[in-house]
């Protein structure tokens, strides 16, 4: 069982910035992989950021450059700074782990984004 909650979502301008966190229940050591996706209304969830096994990164590429993912493992909690943000980075940014028993895929409940003027 893991249970995730997520902060930091809100309203900003274009060119602004925000940090996202993600905290878990249980350690984070042994996740197979913890990150970040996304979805806007109509559109599938896509990946923004995660790290996976070996503790690598993997980046979209219309964020690369302008998001950073980081943890904390003794907080167990995941972060995503994000910055230089445009209009299209609008959505519901969700927290997501993956473990190695099933169900595998762990959710969080979603926070809202908007770049806007």
């Known amino acids: 069982q893991v249970q995730l909650v997520e902060s930091g979502g809100g309203l900003v301008q274009p060119g602004g910035s925000l940090r996202l966190s993600c905290a878990s229940s249980r350690s984070i050591f042994s996740i197979y992989a913890m990150g970040w996706y996304r979805q806007s209304p109509g559109k599938q969830r896509e990946l923004v950021a995660e790290?996976?096994?070996?503790?690598?990164?993997n980046y979209a590429d219309s964020v690369k450059g302008r998001f950073t993912i980081s943890r904390d493992n003794y907080k167990n909690t995941v972060y995503l700074q994000m910055t230089s943000l445009k209009p299209e980075d609008t959505a519901v940014y969700y927290c997501?782990?993956?473990?190695?028993?099933?169900?595998?895929?762990?959710w969080g409940q979603g926070t809202q984004v908007t770049v806007s003027s």
């Open positions: 997501h782990v993956r473990v190695i028993t099933a169900p595998y895929d762990y």
């Open positions: 790290f996976t096994s070996g503790d690598r990164t």
